[in-house]
């Protein structure tokens, strides 16, 4: 980076640029470079060199109709690798693996069942790592595609004051995140390097590459670009019908996305719950013939590892069918924003780990000093622990982020309102700052009221421009403010400012309908998803937990009530009454399992689960999101834990008796 800035510098004593431009052309190549060694540093470049030496060891080239596929993904997903490295990791490993695994079982240093669950994680393992650019590909589209929209309504608001493409192009690149920002710059960087003739070209070439899965956005950047051809009010309509294009297009898109999910969801509800309790069902029948062969590390890698791997894969493929939606408002502005997995105290930023991991150390201990003489009561606590740690972990890193998008929201929300009366305003001659004061009193928000207030100060009591008012340093009402997207529009507002009221009043107007048409389609599309969300809701909160918490009570009973007749039965003399039933009785065993060990196995289960099923409802909702995914997992887990003990404690209450009296009942004289 050092060598290239240097570079950098030389050149720029041997030609003169004008000022602006040349300061933009230098903190744009800046940023660009900043952002490749950024990406770089992120932990997939240890697939990037895994797939480098797996190459070198076993060279395997894919046919050609794969390896267009795979290429496609990774120059989608930004991935530094080769279609022949992918192949090459995904046999070397699973071939690795393997054959560790069948050591193992030959050497029997592990049993035939554990082995077999081992090799389906393998195969599991294995078409991840093959599928790994595809899945980068399509997180890719979801992030970026998100903010499509915001791309055009910036590239809209800003050619609505200024027919230039390149600063509209520009403009938008600036005031948006993420990798599409990026992909703007490279864009900004490449006409200016020659690579593409023009802007126009340049963008036409981009849009291209999403036609495949959003064709709305190649027709949205058509109609902007022939807006440039024409004038008058055909330019205006061109503008509004490209931001009509993208919302008309996400309403349909997720439409028809909703009325897909319908059977997937039902496969989700029958591998999270009906599956378990069918193999609970098969319990009895399988001690009959297995007895103590049965091992808990098979209870374990049946409920913790195979089943919950397999529901997350039938998740993560209907999860990449995922329509392109809204993104969420970006908080990265906001000066109270806590770092990732950290959460703010005071003055301090705290590890989020750090209380989960203090919550949890007590109770490891306890299952320690335990683990021989475990009893079903110890049990519950030890997994009550887990799910508050784990709760108290995603509460911690969300709760304060969640706080704050509201408030973006809500200032969103607010600014709308604002934008419109202004408008109105203005259009009948009024000045800025006396438009401003006319309306507070028709304003309902607290935000709203609030910015006007500190603008009008700062004109009146500070002697500000209305620019200054805005965006000085040190006394801008913006900083109060911390969205980009007002940040943007105001600067597209003052920017008009020149061209006269008329102007800056149509396009306060319009600014205000496109926020108004993309609150009502978010709005819509939540509608859309509300029903999926509320039945997994149901599930992960209620359904879940109550199921696993009565199968706890439910094999309880079953493994005390086996031992219990393999101890009574099994030395019955032949001379007795029961002599005929002595053959069918000897084949009850005893089972090695307890019921605590079960009980631990299940409760596992039931968190994963529950932070699978909440990891499905926030990839429906908001795609790519950690914010919301921690927040939808604390909510899960508290809910579901509380009913997860509570069912079991109480369904042992009202059962346990019962078992006694049977004993009781069968005990033979």
């Given at each position: 980076?050092?060598?290239?800035?240097?570079?950098?510098?030389?050149?720029?004593?041997?030609?003169?640029?004008?000022?602006?431009?040349?300061?933009?052309?230098?903190?744009?190549?800046?940023?660009?470079?900043?952002?490749?060694?950024?990406?770089?540093?992120?932990?997939?470049t240890?697939?990037?060199?895994?797939?480098?030496?797996?190459?070198?060891?076993?060279?395997?080239?894919?046919d050609?109709?794969?390896?267009?596929?795979?290429e496609?993904?990774?120059?989608?997903?930004?991935?530094?690798?080769t279609?022949?490295?992918?192949?090459?990791?995904?046999?070397?490993?699973?071939?690795?693996?393997?054959?560790?695994?069948?050591?193992?079982i030959?050497?029997?240093?592990?049993?035939?069942?554990?082995?077999?669950i081992?090799?389906?994680?393998?195969?599991?393992?294995?078409?991840?790592?093959?599928?790994?650019p595809?899945?980068?590909?399509?997180?890719?589209?979801?992030?970026?595609?998100s903010?499509?929209?915001?791309?055009?309504?910036?590239?809209?608001?800003?050619?609505?004051?200024?027919?230039?493409?390149?600063?509209?192009?520009?403009?938008?690149?600036?005031?948006?995140?993420g990798?599409?920002s990026?992909?703007?710059?490279?864009?900004?960087w490449?006409v200016?390097m020659?690579?593409?003739?023009?802007?126009?070209?340049?963008?036409?070439?981009?849009?291209?590459?999403?036609?495949?899965?959003?064709?709305?956005?190649?027709?949205?950047?058509?109609?902007?670009?022939?807006?440039?051809?024409?004038?008058?009010?055909?330019?205006?309509?061109?503008?509004?019908e490209?931001?009509?294009?993208?919302?008309s297009?996400?309403?349909?898109r997720?439409?028809?996305?909703?009325?897909?999910?319908?059977?997937?969801?039902?496969?989700?509800?029958?591998?999270g719950?009906?599956?378990?309790t069918?193999?609970?069902?098969?319990?009895p029948?399988?001690?009959?013939?297995?007895?103590?062969?049965?091992?808990?590390?098979?209870?374990?890698?049946?409920?913790d590892?195979?089943?919950?791997?397999?529901?997350m894969?039938?998740?993560?493929?209907?999860?990449?069918?995922?329509?392109?939606?809204?993104?969420e408002?970006?908080?990265?502005?906001?000066?109270?924003?806590?770092?990732?997995?950290?959460?703010?105290?005071?003055d301090?930023?705290?590890?989020?780990?750090?209380?989960a991991?203090?919550?949890?150390?007590?109770?490891?201990?306890?299952?320690?000093?335990?683990?021989?003489?475990?009893?079903?009561?110890?049990?519950?606590?030890?997994?009550?622990?887990?799910?508050?740690?784990?709760?108290?972990?995603?509460?911690?890193?969300?709760?304060?982020?969640?706080?704050?998008?509201?408030?973006?929201?809500?200032?969103?929300?607010?600014?709308?309102?604002?934008?419109?009366?202004?408008?109105?305003?203005?259009?009948?001659?009024?000045?800025?700052?006396?438009?401003?004061?006319?309306?507070?009193?028709?304003?309902?928000?607290?935000?709203?009221?609030?910015?006007l207030?500190?603008?009008?100060?700062n004109?009146?009591?500070k002697?500000?421009?209305?620019?200054?008012?805005?965006?000085?340093?040190?006394?801008?009402?913006?900083?109060?403010?911390?969205?980009?997207?007002?940040?943007?529009?105001?600067k597209a507002?003052?920017?008009?400012?020149?061209?006269?009221?008329?102007?800056?009043?149509?396009?306060?107007?319009?600014?205000?309908?496109?926020?108004?048409?993309?609150?009502?389609?978010?709005?819509?599309?939540?509608?859309?998803?509300?029903?999926?969300?509320?039945?997994?809701?149901?599930?992960?909160?209620?359904?879940?937990?109550?199921?696993?918490?009565?199968?706890?009570?439910?094999?309880?009973?079953?493994?005390?009530?086996?031992?219990f007749?393999?101890?009574?039965?099994?030395?019955?003399?032949?001379?007795?009454?029961?002599?005929?039933?002595?053959?069918?009785?000897?084949?009850?065993?005893?089972?090695?399992i307890?019921?605590?060990?079960?009980?631990?196995?299940?409760?596992?289960?039931?968190?994963?689960?529950?932070?699978?099923?909440?990891?499905?409802?926030?990839?429906?909702?908001?795609?790519?999101?950690?914010?919301?995914?921690?927040?939808?997992?604390?909510?899960?887990?508290?809910?579901?834990?509380?009913?997860?003990?509570?069912?079991?404690?109480?369904?042992?209450?009202?059962?346990?008796?019962?078992?006694d009296?049977?004993?009781?009942?069968?005990?033979?004289?």
């Open positions: 980076m050092h060598l290239f800035i240097f570079r950098s510098k030389k050149k720029k004593e041997e030609i003169q640029f004008p000022s602006r431009q040349k300061e933009d052309i230098k903190s744009l190549q800046y940023e660009i470079f900043q952002e490749e060694e950024r990406l770089s540093t992120i932990p997939r240890l697939y990037e060199k895994l797939t480098h030496i797996s190459g070198k060891i076993l060279p395997i080239s894919p050609k109709a794969t390896k267009k596929e795979i496609e993904a990774i120059d989608f997903a930004h991935l530094k690798v279609p022949e490295g992918v192949a090459s990791l995904t046999i070397l490993t699973a071939m690795s693996l393997c054959s560790i695994t069948l050591f193992l030959l050497f029997k240093f592990i049993n035939l069942i554990t082995g077999l081992c090799i389906f994680v393998i195969a599991a393992f294995g078409y991840y790592l093959y599928y790994y595809f899945r980068l590909k399509k997180i890719y589209e979801l992030r970026a595609g903010e499509i929209v915001m791309l055009i309504l910036h590239i809209v608001i800003y050619m609505r004051n200024f027919p230039n493409l390149e600063g509209a192009v520009k403009f938008a690149a600036s005031n948006i995140t990798p599409l990026l992909d703007m710059k490279k864009l900004i490449d200016n020659g690579a593409y003739n023009s802007m126009e070209q340049a963008l036409l070439s981009f849009s291209q590459r999403w036609k495949p899965s959003f064709k709305a956005f190649a027709d949205s950047i058509n109609a902007i670009v022939y807006s440039l051809y024409t004038s008058g009010k055909r330019r205006m309509e061109l503008l509004d490209s931001v009509s294009i993208i919302l297009s996400l309403n349909e997720s439409n028809s996305y909703v009325l897909k999910l319908k059977t997937p969801v039902t496969m989700v509800n029958a591998l719950i009906l599956l378990p069918l193999v609970l069902t098969m319990l029948i399988m001690t009959i013939f297995l007895g103590e062969d049965i091992p808990s590390s098979a209870i374990f890698g049946f409920y590892i195979l089943l919950p791997v397999i529901l894969f039938v998740i993560k493929n209907i999860l990449d069918q995922r329509v392109i939606t809204l993104p408002p970006d908080i990265s502005l906001h000066p109270d924003l806590p770092p990732e997995n950290t959460f703010r105290f005071r301090f930023f705290i590890p989020s780990y750090l209380p991991l203090i919550f949890l150390l007590p109770f490891l201990y306890f299952w320690y000093i335990n683990f021989q003489t475990l009893s079903l009561i110890q049990s519950y606590a030890i997994i009550s622990g887990f799910f508050i740690s784990v709760a108290l972990f995603s509460m911690l890193n969300s709760f304060q982020k969640i706080k704050l998008r509201k408030s973006i929201i809500e200032m969103e929300d607010e600014f709308r309102e604002v934008l419109f009366g202004l408008g109105q305003e203005i259009d009948r001659g009024i000045p800025l700052e006396v438009a401003m004061e006319k309306i507070m009193p028709t304003l309902k928000g607290n935000y709203a009221i609030n910015l207030q500190k603008i009008i100060s004109i009146k009591y002697g500000l421009t209305v620019e200054q008012a805005i965006f000085d340093k040190k006394e801008g009402a913006i900083r109060y403010f911390p969205s980009k997207l007002i940040h943007s529009i105001l507002v003052v920017d008009a400012s020149n061209k006269g009221t008329k102007i800056v009043s149509q396009i306060m107007i319009s600014i205000s309908k496109y926020l108004t048409d993309l609150h009502k389609t978010q709005e819509a599309i939540q509608d859309k998803f509300s029903e999926v969300i509320s039945s997994m809701q149901m599930q992960a909160r209620i359904l879940l937990p109550l199921i696993c918490g009565v199968m706890n009570t439910l094999t309880y009973m079953i493994i005390e009530m086996i031992n007749l393999k101890k009574s039965f099994g030395g019955i003399s032949l001379e007795t009454s029961a002599a005929p039933y002595t053959s069918f009785l000897s084949m009850w065993q005893s089972v090695s307890t019921p605590a060990t079960f009980q631990l196995a299940i409760g596992f289960y039931a968190i994963e689960t529950i932070i699978i099923l909440s990891w499905f409802m926030s990839g429906i909702q908001v795609g790519v999101d950690k914010i919301s995914l921690h927040n939808e997992i604390s909510k899960n887990l508290i809910i579901g834990g509380f009913i997860y003990i509570g069912v079991s404690a109480i369904s042992l209450l009202i059962f346990a008796p019962f078992l009296m049977i004993k009781m009942g069968m005990v033979p004289s």
